[in-house]
């Protein structure tokens, strides 16, 4: 391993260790909106070790305060790189929540964690969900429901988008790409496979520089809409935003 790396790595865990310090200590006397001023600070540092930085893309849209955010999914990156621009309380599945250190600092931020197949666990996110859209906050979530290399868009899962429309919210959909210095896809962010959260960190820490492009996409009405509706236009939107064919 090259000494370089490991002091990125090294920069990375104390950078991990203070947000859990902050969770812990600083997040239980605050409100909701010094969280958000935190956890945009906070990965914002984050993509900076990692040697990433994000931009928005050339016309993107103004992101409305309260919305259900729905995004492509590429790799654990993806929620800083959303959070760092617009802090939102995201939908991730349960075994992010196993993951050393990042899964409890997930939990702490917010993260609300969805076991596959359970359906009692799903109906009380799903109240969770639109108790807090009704309290004007902004929801995320990965309709694919797992990660996609890039250049692919799976379909999405239509549930989650009923909590929007019982909250009567718009959904607003994000596509995120991630460019080499040459604006290409990048080699090292795909996390798919069999690859685990540890060999990712590894691959983008010794990889050269990242640049993350969120684009934000026009909010759709969930005014008399039905899920499977919502979930297809988004899929269609997310996937010309990012050139793919579906």
Known sequence: MKLLTIFRMLRVLLHVFKGMA?????????????????????????LGLCN???????????????????????SWLD?????????????AKAEIRSWPLAGWLAEKAGTVFISRGNRKDL???????????ERGERVAFFPEGTTAAQGNLLPFHANLFEAAIDAKVPVQPFALT???VGGG??????????????????????????????????????DGAHRRDLAEASHKVVASALGVMV
Request: glycine share 4%; net charge positive.
């Open 123 to 133: 109906r009380q996110i799903f109240k969770g969900l639109v108790t807090s859209l």
């Open 79 to 91: 929620i800083f790189v959303v959070h760092s621009l617009y802090p939102s309380h995201f939908v």
């Open 22 to 46: 902050i969770c812990a200590t600083v997040f239980p006397w605050i409100g909701q909106e010094r969280r958000n001023a935190h956890i945009r600070r906070w990965s914002t540092r984050l």
């Open 178 to 180: 991630y460019e080499d």
């Open 185 to 222: 896809s990048h080699p090292s962010v795909d996390f798919i496979g069999d690859t685990s959260f540890a060999e990712s960190i590894m691959l983008i820490l010794n990889g050269p520089p990242v640049k993350a492009k969120l684009a934000i996409l026009p909010p759709m009405s969930t």
């Open 52 to 74: 990433v930085t994000v931009s928005l893309a050339p016309g993107s849209a103004p992101v409305l305060p309260c919305s259900m955010v729905v995004a492509n999914h590429v």
